[in-house]
């Protein structure tokens, strides 16, 4: 088996409040503590981390292009170290919003797989997603992004 084959990459898609991160940490518990540690560190990035100051989720929308530049500069490294999992944990409404992570990815020798979580057309799904989120995303903000998000990959 090549090295290469064994690299993923796994990029996340869903609506805040879907459960993503969820489901990131439950991926990393079958994967054993050591390397959950180890991805956990290495491996793993979202750009709501930037936002993380003091332990306070501190959003800025003026902030955001830079930090999503500081993230996938973070992940690509990561690839560049070889990491043998990386892991984008961002909401990747619309093709272009994910397609550097993919395309650095590719180049880079990875497998890639994309993770869906809910059905972001659904309105119930929706409601839950405003009422679960972690950062008080409000119903009518989750609407627009869930009528702008593409499904098609």
């Known amino acids: 088996m090549s090295q290469q084959q064994g690299k ?9 409040g879907s459960g993503k991160s969820y489901w990131v940490d439950t991926y990393l518990k079958q994967q054993g503590i050591d390397q959950a540690v180890h991805i956990k560190q290495y491996g793993y990035f979202s750009t709501d981390s930037y936002f993380e100051k003091n332990g306070k989720y501190q959003f800025n ?3 955001l292009g830079q930090y999503h530049q500081a993230n996938l500069t ?3 490294n ?4 070889n990491e043998p999992i990386v892991i984008c944990d961002n909401t990747n409404v619309a093709k272009w919003e994910y397609m ?8 880079l020798g990875y497998q890639i797989r994309f993770v869906l979580i809910g059905n972001p057309k659904d ?3 929706q ?3 405003a009422k679960r989120n972690r950062h008080q995303v409000p119903l009518s903000h989750i609407k627009t992004m ?5 499904l098609d990959d």
Do not use: D, T, V
């Open 146 to 150: 869930a009528r702008l998000f593409e």
């Open 61 to 63: 929308p003026k902030l």
């Open 127 to 129: 409601q839950l997603c």
């Open 8 to 16: 993923l990459a796994i990029i996340m898609r869903g609506l805040p």
């Open 78 to 81: 990561a690839m560049a170290n």
């Open 74 to 76: 973070a992940f690509i």
């Open 100 to 107: 550097a992570y993919e395309a650095a990815a590719k180049s």
């Open 123 to 125: 309105s119930q799904h």
